[in-house]
């Protein structure tokens, strides 16, 4: 994708008309190209040059995307950091990046000064809604307009970005997508919904940081679409600003459906301007799916499918609801396969590894070649990680994740299939499922359970309601009543944190 193409394109054909909403404020596609390209050229004139790293590490604010569509422009390597980092991790990140430039704002417990001694490729650090002694202001960069395009050429095989997937322990996993992957995301989302320039995109919270997050800003600039942007997640102005700006198209993690389904007034809001409303980035429940549409009969809701390795989203399940529990077919730039533990593709209906082969398939993780031959084989086909199967239509299913396999006494049980059955409990608001050690049977499933506002879950009762619709050895033989789940900064529930509980 050519952003710097596109926004001087725009800033001609659709000057006037809102790029951003954000709060209060509204920026045209013309002050968009002015701020994106002043940023650029400030970062030009420190140096930076094609390929170099810049690190951000913002909340999902104008100045995060600011920085991004900057970055694109002359064709640097964009390091997104997760905004809830911490200080070791950010400085542990920009040290395997070897980034240049960091852009940032002030947090609690995050000292810069450390950070850029600790961090000796750091040539600059650059604050956003604050000061610092020797870092530069945002406002200092703005104080003389720097609006010319900047004469570097991209290409399309250059390095785009790096998203990193692990903490920062351990050997890091720095997914590495080049300018043309750039261009996969929203030709998918062309490809399966018909995207246009009056389409109104809501983000919803999801970060930047996150390859979600990044897919609306290449939406807006590709069809010079709206983005209504939300610098954190609140399920009650979430659905203020579908009804207030007429918002057509969200695309959103389970969690985020549970939160807003769990609203007492959800049903009062006028959400008539939606075309789409996706759910992705962990198996999500049909039967919570098919509860939000009824508030929003006139959309069609669908179930995508996706990692930051394949330039997510790749594929969308039907628009028939029936059929919305699972991730529809690959065809559009990508092909797949379901295969047993040597590698050989099942037959029918038989369970196995999905492994994707296409166009959105990354370059690599950066510095890890040993990692990298792990997950990629020589003939281009990823492995997901996910356990598929394919119905009599060829639609595909997911089961659950590989590493979310509880072996029962020989036996085999996905964690997800389990948390779809409890969600179906009228008390249960949230679960999350874990195997456990057991003496006699090596693991067994474990369930964390939030309920509903002044509910209170009797043990026997959910048991007697499991049995009706899970064979006994998936039966959690514990259930723990939690107050809440811990997420990670997109949403999806952090496994990892009720593992070590």
């Given at each position: 994708m050519d952003v710097k193409k596109l926004l001087v394109q725009y800033a001609s054909s659709h000057a006037q008309r809102t790029a951003v909403i954000f709060e209060n404020q509204r920026i045209t596609f013309s002050q968009l190209k002015d701020n994106a390209f002043t940023v650029a050229n400030y970062l030009l004139t420190r140096g930076i040059k094609k390929g170099d790293r810049v690190a951000l590490f913002l909340s999902s604010t104008p100045e995060a995307l600011c920085s991004f569509l900057a970055t694109f422009s002359i064709g640097g390597a964009l390091i997104p950091l997760d905004f809830?980092?911490?200080?070791?991790?950010?400085?542990?990140?920009?040290?395997?990046?070897?980034?240049?430039?960091?852009?940032?704002?002030?947090?609690?417990?995050?000292?810069?000064?450390?950070?850029?001694?600790?961090?000796?490729?750091?040539?600059?650090?650059?604050?956003?809604?604050?000061?610092?002694?020797?870092?530069?202001?945002?406002?200092?960069?703005?104080?003389?307009?720097?609006?010319?395009?900047?004469?570097?050429?991209?290409?399309?095989?250059?390095?785009?970005?790096?998203?990193?997937?692990?903490?920062?322990?351990?050997?890091?996993?720095?997914?590495?997508?080049?300018?043309?992957?750039?261009?996969?995301?929203?030709?998918?989302?062309?490809?399966?919904?018909?995207?246009?320039?009056?389409?109104?995109?809501?983000?919803?919270?999801?970060?930047?940081?996150?390859?979600?997050?990044?897919?609306?800003?290449?939406?807006?600039?590709?069809?010079?679409?709206?983005?209504?942007?939300?610098?954190?997640?609140?399920?009650?102005?979430?659905?203020k600003d579908i009804e207030q700006h007429k918002v057509t198209i969200f695309c959103i993690v389970p969690s985020m459906y549970i939160a807003i389904v769990s609203l007492k007034e959800y049903e009062k809001f006028n959400l008539s301007s939606l075309r789409y409303a996706a759910v992705f980035g962990a198996p999500s429940s049909a039967a919570l799916l098919q509860r939000f549409h009824q508030v929003c009969p006139k959309a069609t809701v669908l179930n995508g499918w996706g990692m930051t390795e394949t330039s997510a989203p790749n594929t969308y399940s039907p628009s028939d609801e029936t059929k919305i529990g699972s991730i529809g077919k690959f065809g559009f730039r990508m092909t797949h396969k379901i295969v047993d533990d040597d590698g050989n593709q099942v037959a029918g209906d038989q369970k196995g590894e999905l492994w994707v082969k296409g166009d959105g398939v990354m370059t690599g993780y950066y510095k890890a070649p040993d990692l990298t031959k792990e997950v990629l084989t020589a003939d281009g086909w990823l492995k997901t990680g996910d356990i598929a199967y394919c119905d009599g239509e060829g639609l595909i299913y997911l089961a659950g994740r590989k590493k979310d396999m509880i072996k029962v006494a020989g036996e085999i049980v996905f964690s997800s299939e389990v948390e779809e059955k409890m969600q179906r409990h009228p008390k249960i608001k949230e679960v999350a499922v874990i195997g456990v050690p057991d003496a006699m049977r090596g693991e067994?499933?474990?369930?964390?359970?939030?309920?509903?506002?002044?509910?209170?879950?009797?043990?026997?009762?959910?048991?007697?309601?499991l049995k009706e619709n899970l064979a006994h050895f998936k039966i959690p033989h514990q259930f723990e009543m939690v107050a809440d789940l811990p997420k990670n900064r997109v949403g999806k529930i952090d496994k990892t944190k009720l593992i070590t509980k």
């Open positions: 809830m980092l911490t200080e070791n991790e950010i400085t542990h990140f920009i040290n395997h990046s070897q980034a240049s430039i960091l852009v940032t704002q002030p947090k609690k417990d995050i000292n810069l000064a450390t950070i850029k001694a600790n961090c000796p490729s750091l040539k600059e650090i650059i604050i956003c809604k604050g000061t610092g002694e020797n870092f530069t202001s945002w406002e200092t960069i703005f104080a003389k307009p720097q609006t010319q395009t900047p004469a570097v050429a991209v290409n399309e095989d250059d390095l785009s970005s790096i998203f990193y997937t692990s903490g920062s322990t351990g050997q890091p996993k720095g997914v590495m997508l080049s300018y043309k992957h750039l261009d996969n995301p929203v030709d998918t989302i062309n490809h399966f919904l018909g995207v246009s320039d009056k389409d109104i995109f809501l983000t919803g919270g999801i970060p930047f940081s996150h390859l979600g997050g990044l897919d609306y800003i290449l939406l807006m600039m590709r069809f010079a679409s709206t983005l209504v942007l939300m610098e954190r997640f609140h399920p009650l102005q979430f659905l067994v499933p474990k369930a964390f359970i939030v309920a509903k506002e002044n509910e209170i879950i009797d043990t026997q009762e959910l048991k007697d309601f």
